[in-house]
Structures are given as C-alpha cells and as structure tokens.
T-cell receptor, first 112, second 109 residues
Framework: DTEVTQTPKHLVMGMTNKKSLKCEQH?????MYWYKQKAKKPPELMFV???????INESVPSRFSPECPNSSLLNLHLHALQPEDSALYLC???????????FGPGTRLTVT | QKEVEQNSGPLSVPEGAIASLNCTYS??????FFWYRQYSGKSPELIMS????GDKEDGRFTAQLNKASQYVSLLIRDSQPSDSATYLC?????????FGQGTTLQVKP
C-alpha cells in the first residue's frame, strides 16, 4: 500500500482567512514533503520533514507554516495568503530521504 | 543551466509503438533517478526508479541510466492511448527531488 491521503480536496479561502491542509500516511515513512504545483509546471518543493524534524525550508514565505505532529501526519497552516498562492498543494512521503516519493492526490487551493 | 532537462514535447506516437522519453541532469553526484506520470488535473504517480547504470524493466516500462553521460531515459513499449500524460523526470540531489519540466506524450489510436 503506497497511499498518501490529503484533505480537503478543494479549498477556497479569502486573503484574511486562516486554514490548514492535512496529509496522512500509514506506510511507516519517515520523510514527508510539501510541494506546490502551478499549471503546466513541475512540482516545486516547499518543505521537507525527516524523522519529524524540519530539514529543508525552500525560503517559503512565513504565511505558510508547516507542522509535523507525529510520524504519520503533516499539516500546512495557511494565513494571509495572496491570489498568486492559488495552486495544487501536494504532500509526498518516502521511507527516508532519497528513496521513492509517493504523492497524495493534492489539495486544489484558490485564494480570492 | 537547468539542473534537469527534458524536451517539453508534445511527443506523439501511434498506438502500439515505442515511446522514448529522455532526460539529462547537470550534477554528476546525483544518485537516485525517478520517472513520474501525471495526468491532467491529477497528482504525479511514481512509475520507475533507477539507482545504478543500465536498464531496469517493469512491465511495458524500461528505465535506462547512463551516469557517465548524465542521461536517463524511459521507454514505453506497446504504447496505449491511456499512456497519454506528462512524464516527469526527477533526480535526487542534496536532500531534494529536482524535477524536469516534463514531456507531454500523446498516443494516437
């Protein structure tokens, strides 16, 4: 089983809202990732968690705040987003860094 | 210079033909290489991983890696219309998976 789940599937939020994206995996993977993908572009890495510790932050604006409550869960907290932040947000996990990454279905975010 | 390069396509092949997708990478120390398939509006799906020089086959898919030439390819045999998608080459380097821009494959019935 290589399933990564993400909720919600779709999210529309205003620029003053606060919302969270959730990602879950039960494969025992110790590395988890957040990516952002715009139309017709490849996924763009945002954050990497390895053994529940933040190991990479790709200079992401502070309006995006990641959290890894335990080895199975990854959250992305959103506040004061801009319309240009509208994109598909993808979560992925791998056994450890450098191994195959499996993506969840994504959350389609629209900022109005 | 882009770190991972792919021809954006579209690559158009007739049903039943072999589709050949190519990728080059710039950093010689890269160790892990992956191919993902992404249908429009969906998330990337891992189809192949390759770590050492040579060929790796899985069903209709064959990945080929040549580290000396810094080149990785994906062959799809007996292409089907359902293979029509964007194929992303990805290279693991310095803790990150670096994606190419993707090649759009169109398989015509």
């Amino acid at each position: 089983d290589t399933e990564v789940t993400q909720t919600p599937k779709h999210l529309v939020m205003g620029m003053t809202n606060k919302k969270s994206l959730k990602c879950e995996q039960h494969m025992g993977h110790r590395a988890m990732y957040w990516y952002k993908q715009k139309a017709k572009k490849p996924p763009e890495l945002m954050f990497v968690y390895s053994y529940e510790k933040l190991s990479i932050n790709e200079s992401v604006p502070s309006r995006f705040s990641p959290e890894c409550p335990n080895s199975s869960l990854l959250n992305l907290h959103l506040h004061a987003l801009q319309p240009e932040d509208s994109a598909l947000y993808l979560c992925a996990s791998s056994q450890v860094e450098g191994h195959e990454q499996y993506f969840g279905p994504g959350t389609r975010l629209t900022v109005t | 210079q882009k770190e991972v390069e792919q021809n954006s396509g579209p690559l158009s092949v007739p049903e039943g033909a072999i589709a050949s997708l190519n990728c080059t990478y710039s950093d010689r120390v890269s160790q892990s290489f992956f191919w993902y398939r992404q249908y429009s509006g969906k998330s990337p799906e891992l189809i192949m991983s390759i770590y050492s020089n040579g060929d790796k086959e899985d069903g209709r898919f064959t990945a080929q890696l040549n580290k000396a030439s810094q080149y990785v390819s994906l062959l799809i045999r007996d292409s089907q219309p359902s293979d029509s998608a964007t194929y992303l080459c990805a290279v693991f380097n310095t803790g990150k998976l670096i994606f190419g821009q993707g090649t759009t494959l169109q398989v015509k019935p």
